[in-house]
Protein backbone atom coordinates (compact mmCIF):
# COMPACT_ATOMS: atom_id res chain seq x y z
CA UNK A 1 0.00 0.00 0.00
CA UNK A 2 1.02 3.24 -1.01
CA UNK A 3 0.38 6.47 0.90
CA UNK A 4 -1.72 9.18 -1.12
CA UNK A 5 0.51 12.53 -1.14
CA UNK A 6 -1.82 13.71 1.69
CA UNK A 7 -0.79 11.07 4.24
CA UNK A 8 2.55 11.89 3.37
CA UNK A 9 2.16 15.26 3.95
CA UNK A 10 0.33 14.81 7.48
CA UNK A 11 3.21 12.61 8.40
CA UNK A 12 6.26 14.43 7.26
CA UNK A 13 4.40 17.53 8.80
CA UNK A 14 4.39 16.19 12.14
CA UNK A 15 7.76 15.22 12.59
CA UNK A 16 10.01 17.90 14.21
CA UNK A 17 13.58 18.37 13.02
CA UNK A 18 15.93 19.15 15.71
CA UNK A 19 18.97 20.40 13.76
CA UNK A 20 22.84 19.83 14.92
CA UNK A 21 21.29 17.18 17.52
CA UNK A 22 23.57 15.23 19.11
CA UNK A 23 25.78 16.90 17.44
CA UNK A 24 26.74 19.77 14.60
CA UNK A 25 25.95 18.59 11.00
CA UNK A 26 23.26 15.63 12.36
CA UNK A 27 19.39 16.22 12.08
CA UNK A 28 17.32 14.66 14.69
CA UNK A 29 13.88 13.20 13.13
CA UNK A 30 11.50 13.89 16.56
CA UNK A 31 9.07 11.56 16.69
CA UNK A 32 7.10 12.54 19.96
CA UNK A 33 5.31 14.99 17.60
CA UNK A 34 3.66 12.72 15.29
CA UNK A 35 2.29 10.32 18.68
CA UNK A 36 1.09 13.44 20.22
CA UNK A 37 -0.68 14.17 16.77
CA UNK A 38 -3.77 12.41 16.54
CA UNK A 39 -4.65 12.06 12.92
CA UNK A 40 -0.93 12.04 12.09
CA UNK A 41 -0.86 8.47 14.52
CA UNK A 42 -4.00 7.29 12.84
CA UNK A 43 -2.68 7.89 9.12
CA UNK A 44 0.57 6.01 9.98
CA UNK A 45 -1.18 3.05 11.79
CA UNK A 46 -3.40 2.60 9.01
CA UNK A 47 -0.61 2.30 6.45
CA UNK A 48 0.71 0.22 8.61
CA UNK A 49 -1.80 -2.33 8.85
CA UNK A 50 -2.46 -2.38 5.82
CA UNK A 51 1.05 -3.33 5.07
CA UNK A 52 0.96 -5.96 6.94
CA UNK A 53 -2.25 -7.48 5.85
CA UNK A 54 -0.96 -6.71 2.41
CA UNK A 55 2.45 -8.84 3.08
CA UNK A 56 0.23 -12.17 4.89
CA UNK A 57 -1.73 -13.11 1.62
Do not use: W
Amino acid sequence: MTLSNTERKIIEDSIRDIKDFPKAGIVFKDITTLLNNKEAYAVLMNHLYASDIKSMT
